[in-house]
């Protein structure tokens, strides 16, 4: 079964440290997404990719986080430096845009981060 | 982006039918209504999407009204791993440069009765 693949699956940090998530997509997907999940906001999205290239990061911390994607079988999520209120599960998320298609998104099973 | 309106919380007893409503009286022309659900400790996952015509697959059944401003999501019989927090989203298609993107509201926390 193709999957996709985050690590850590739970991390627990103090505030100040940087943070690197990372996720594999499926092999041959050409979108990647990043969410955040948190009680209080729900999903959400805080980046994507399409070939590689960030298509909108508009719902990220910019001061704080980045996210690449060195290759097309690797997504970073970077926080540095971590605060308390980063603390939330991260899913990243992929799927293949061709044509005029829709794509159905298949997420990992997510890295819960707790900062301290 | 178009917003969905979907009930709380919602409960059914297992083996029974269940109807999710899903409101969206401002979509576009080019949104497909998507479904996914997300289990306890799990990332979502796709339940099933579609534009205009109802759509059947193996999970679900997904109705829509003629004049799209509404959706309904069918699970036939309900078992006990359905429960779930189920979420109704509007997406255009991928067209040229655009791409997927999915805006999750807050869904309906479906809980089933044994």
């Known amino acids: 079964d193709a999957r996709v693949t985050q690590t850590p699956r739970d991390k627990v940090t103090e505030m100040g440290q940087e943070v690197t998530m990372r996720c594999q997509p499926i092999?041959?997907?050409?979108?990647v997404f990043w969410y955040r999940q948190t009680m209080k906001q729900g999903l959400e999205l805080l980046a994507y990719f399409r070939n590689r290239a960030p298509l909108d990061d508009s719902g990220m911390p910019k001061d704080r986080f980045s996210a690449e994607m060195p290759d097309a079988t690797l997504a970073t999520l970077k926080i540095q430096p971590s605060e308390p209120r980063d603390s939330a599960v991260y899913f990243c998320?992929?799927?293949?845009?061709?044509?005029?298609?829709?794509?159905?998104?298949?997420f990992g099973e997510g890295s819960r981060l707790t900062v301290l | 982006d178009a917003k969905t309106t979907q009930p709380n919380s919602m409960e059914s007893n297992e083996e029974e039918p269940v109807h999710l409503p899903c409101n969206h009286s401002t979509i576009s022309g080019t949104d497909y209504i998507h479904w996914y659900r997300q289990l306890p400790s799990q990332g979502p996952e796709y339940v099933i999407h579609g534009l205009t015509s109802n759509v059947n697959n193996r999970m679900a059944s997904l109705a829509i009204a003629e004049d799209r401003k509404s959706s309904t999501l069918i699970l036939h019989r309900a078992t006990l791993r359905d429960a779930a927090v189920y979420y109704c989203?509007?997406?255009?298609?991928?067209?040229?440069?655009?791409?997927?993107?999915?805006?999750f509201g807050t869904g309906t926390l479906l809980a089933v009765q044994p």
């Open positions: 989203i509007l997406s255009p298609l991928f067209y040229g440069g655009a791409t997927n993107k999915l805006i």
């Open positions: 092999l041959g997907h050409n979108t």
């Open positions: 998320a992929s799927g293949l845009a061709q044509g005029a298609g829709t794509g159905e998104l298949f």
